[in-house]
């Protein structure tokens, strides 16, 4: 059974912060791929990555492939408030179904 | 354009009754998955579906549960029996090769 384990589970985060999501597998996927979701919708999908190694950056954020392919993580920049969510990582298989995380919520400190 | 649309939105039922649950995927798209997200959770690999077919159907937990999709678009989930355990965000999501696009899910509530 292919499990993907994804740490922190929850993150308090203040403005201008940096901080890393991470997640771990086993198994090696194909490609894997990251998510947002909001409360009361669908994930969004933010990245695939596909080569072990590759680097992939969306504006303050920054995905990262393991170079075995059963680890990424994500590290955001300076975080802002609009960060806040449930980030997923996702491994594909071979039929296009998706194995995730348990997600990791990302919330302002109070 | 119309992405991924899911009917009702919020459902709420008791324990024993049958449900069913409503998927629109977006036009054209071939493979339809259904997932299952506990509060705050990651997803749960339902069913798959390429076309009216269902290649994998490894995800549904018990044969209460079942899906069928008509005219390679609309997809019904229907579960029988329902038990309180079945409380979940069901969400549907439509692919047409790589990427998949989820709708915004059903609240199911069984009491």
């Known amino acids: 059974t292919q499990l993907l384990e994804q740490s922190p589970q929850f993150l308090s985060i203040q403005e201008g912060e940096n901080l890393t999501v991470y997640c771990n597998s086993s198994?090696?996927?194909?490609?894997l791929q990251w998510y947002r979701q909001e409360p009361g919708e669908g994930p969004v999908l933010l990245v695939t990555v596909v080569t072990g190694g590759e680097v992939k950056k969306l504006k303050r954020l920054t995905f990262q492939f393991g170079d075995a392919r059963k680890d990424s993580s994500l590290h955001i920049t300076a975080a802002q408030p609009g960060d806040t969510g449930l980030y997923l990582c996702a491994g594909v298989s071979n039929t296009g179904k998706l194995i995730f995380g348990q997600g990791t919520t990302l919330q302002e400190k109070p | 354009g119309a992405g991924v649309s899911q009917s009702p939105s919020n459902k709420v039922t008791e324990k024993g009754k049958d449900v069913e649950l409503r998927c629109d995927p977006i036009?054209?798209?071939?493979?339809l998955y259904w997932y299952r997200q506990s509060l705050g959770q990651g997803l749960e690999f339902l069913i798959y579906?390429?076309?009216?077919?269902?290649?994998?159907k490894s995800g549904l937990p018990s044969d209460r549960f079942s899906a069928e999709r008509t005219g390679g678009s609309v997809s019904t989930l229907t579960i029988q029996r329902t038990q309180q355990e079945d409380s979940a965000v069901y969400l549907c999501?439509?692919?047409?090769?790589?990427?998949?696009?989820f709708g915004p899910g059903t609240r199911l509530t069984v009491l």
């Open positions: 036009s054209g798209h071939t493979a």
């Open positions: 999501a439509s692919s047409p090769r790589h990427e998949q696009f």
């Open positions: 198994s090696v996927f194909s490609s």
């Open positions: 579906f390429q076309g009216n077919s269902a290649p994998d």
